[in-house]
C-alpha cells in the first residue's frame, strides 16, 4: 500500500516562528497536495505540485509556502506563524493525472501556534 | 467553490440506513468520497464519473447525478464501523484540483 508520511503527529509553535511540515511519499507518485482541515470548513487545499520543483496555489496560499525538491518529498512552510494558522494539516498524494485517481493521505499534523 | 454535502451531521442506530448528499454549483466530472475516523486520515471509499453511474462497496454505494450536480453516498443497515466524517470532493473536466464538501459527521450508536 501507498504509505504518506508526515514527520510530525502534534506541533507546537510560537507566533512569528517559522514553521517547516514535512510529508513524505513512497508510491513514486507525481502529484503531491497540502490541505488544511478546519471544524465546518471541510479539507481546504493550500497548495499543490505535479512535478519536481513545480508548485501550485490552492484555494487558500495566504501566509504559507511550499518546498519540493525531490519527487517523494512535499514541505509546507509557514513564513510567520500566526494564531490563525493553528489547524490540522493533511498531505496527500495521488498517482494519475486526472481525477479518476484516489488521494492518499498522511495522518496529519496538528499544529497550534501560541 | 466548495460542494455542499448534507445534513452537517447523524445519528443513527445500529442497523439503520442513511444518505449523504454532496451539491455542487458547477458541471463535475468526476466525485470522490472519503471517511476519516476520528484521529486518522481521511480513506477513500470510492470514485464517481460522470455519466450518472452508481457505484457499490458492501452496504455502501453511491450515484452520481451529472445533470443535477449531486451525488448521494448510501449507508445500508449501518454498522459501528461506519462511524465518523464523510466528504465529497468535486473535481471537473481538467481541473487540477479537487475540493472538498465541510463533511458529514455521522454517528452509529448501538
Known amino acids: 500500500d501507498v504509505k504518506v508520511t508526515q514527520s510530525s503527529r502534534y506541533l507546537v509553535k510560537r507566533t512569528g516562528e517559522k514553521v517547516f511540515l514535512e510529508c513524505v511519499q513512497d508510491m513514486d507518485h507525481e502529484n503531491m497536495f497540502w490541505y488544511r482541515q478546519d471544524p465546518g470548513l471541510g479539507l481546504r487545499l493550500i497548495y499543490f505540485?505535479?512535478?519536481?520543483?513545480?508548485?501550485e496555489k490552492g484555494d487558500i496560499p495566504e501566509g504559507y509556502s511550499v518546498s519540493r525538491e525531490k519527487k517523494e518529498r512535499f514541505s509546507l512552510i509557514l513564513e510567520s506563524a500566526s494564531t490563525n494558522q493553528t489547524s490540522m494539516y493533511l498531505c496527500?498524494?495521488?498517482?494519475?493525472?486526472?481525477?479518476?485517481?484516489?488521494?492518499?493521505f498522511g495522518s496529519g499534523t496538528q499544529l497550534s501556534v501560541l | 467553490q466548495q460542494p455542499v454535502q448534507s445534513p452537517q451531521a447523524v445519528i443513527l442506530r445500529e442497523g439503520e440506513d442513511a444518505v449523504i448528499n454532496c451539491s455542487s454549483s458547477k458541471a463535475l466530472y468526476s466525485v470522490h468520497w472519503y471517511r476519516q475516523k476520528h484521529g486518522e486520515a481521511p480513506v477513500f471509499l470510492m470514485i464517481?464519473?460522470?455519466?450518472?453511474e452508481q457505484k457499490g462497496h458492501e452496504k455502501i454505494s453511491a450515484s452520481f447525478n451529472e445533470k443535477k450536480q449531486q451525488s448521494s453516498l448510501y449507508l445500508t443497515a449501518s454498522q459501528l464501523s461506519y462511524s465518523g466524517t464523510y466528504f465529497c470532493g468535486t473535481a471537473d473536466q481538467g481541473a487540477q484540483k479537487l475540493v472538498f464538501g465541510q463533511g458529514t459527521r455521522l454517528t452509529i450508536n448501538p
Open positions: 505540485s505535479y512535478d519536481v520543483k513545480m508548485k
Open positions: 464517481l464519473l460522470k455519466g450518472g
Open positions: 496527500a498524494s495521488k498517482a494519475v493525472d486526472n481525477w479518476k485517481g484516489k488521494l492518499f
